[in-house]
């Protein structure tokens, strides 16, 4: 499967603790992007990478959230100290830039639930 | 800002009936449009996008859409539905330049037999 992955798929977790999600592109798409799906809602933009750069962050995007993606390839978003309503349906995306279909592929998410 | 509308929340209909599902968006300048389709237990799927030239753009499994720049709106159709279709669909927008999508807060479409 050439998709985007994402792991874990589900997290569930007690509140103040620490989560790190990882997603894996599309092997040659240059650009990943984070957003996240609450219930009854369509995804929000959370942030997103050209290549390992961080270029944008939405104000949705508090201090407690964290993304990074080192070598350009896989990313990881870390939320520390979660609270309750973090609890979300984590979706990350790929595309590849430079190109006139500058599409976005989505992952299968990751479920997290915040007790 | 950018807003996007699908006035319709959830839509049920007979297999065989024809499919229209309403999107509108609140941006001025030009902008390149997608649906996407989630599937019960799958992940969100592009199902077709605008970008320039012909306004009525096909996609996949019969779908199309059309855009009309002066009502704002990027309409999903598809003359026959089929039980497979039972979905939830989601309109999106972004502008040129502009790297993140605004989706609309989705359509679930339910198909009777």
């Known amino acids: 499967d050439t998709g985007v992955s994402q792991n874990p798929r589900h997290k569930i977790t007690k509140r103040g603790q620490n989560v790190t999600f990882r997603c894996d592109p599309i092997?040659?798409?240059?650009?990943l992007y984070w957003y996240r799906q609450t219930l009854g809602q369509g995804p929000e933009f959370l942030t997103y990478?050209?290549?390992?750069?961080?270029?944008?962050k939405s104000r949705l995007l508090s201090d407690r959230f964290s993304a990074e993606r080192p070598k350009g390839s896989f990313s990881t978003l870390e939320i520390q100290r979660t609270e309750q309503g973090d609890s979300a349906m984590y979706l990350c995306a790929s595309s590849l830039a430079g190109v006139s279909t500058d599409t976005q592929y989505f992952g299968p998410g990751t479920r997290l639930t915040v007790l | 800002a950018q807003s996007v509308s699908q006035h319709n929340h959830h839509v049920i209909l007979s297999e065989a009936a024809s499919l229209e599902l309403g999107c509108n968006y609140s941006?001025?300048?030009?902008?390149?449009l997608f649906w996407y389709v989630q599937y019960p237990g799958q992940h969100l799927q592009l199902l077709l996008k605008y970008f320039s030239g012909d306004p009525l753009v096909k996609g996949i499994k019969g779908f199309e859409a059309e855009f009309i720049k002066s009502k704002f709106s990027f309409n999903l159709r598809k003359p026959s539905v089929q039980w497979s279709d039972t979905a939830e669909y989601f309109c999106a927008v972004n502008a040129p330049g502009a790297n993140n999508l605004f989706f609309g807060t989705g359509t679930r479409l339910t198909v009777i037999p």
């Open positions: 092997s040659e798409h240059n650009r």
């Open positions: 990478f050209q290549n390992e750069a961080q270029l944008e």
């Open positions: 941006y001025g300048g030009t902008v390149n």
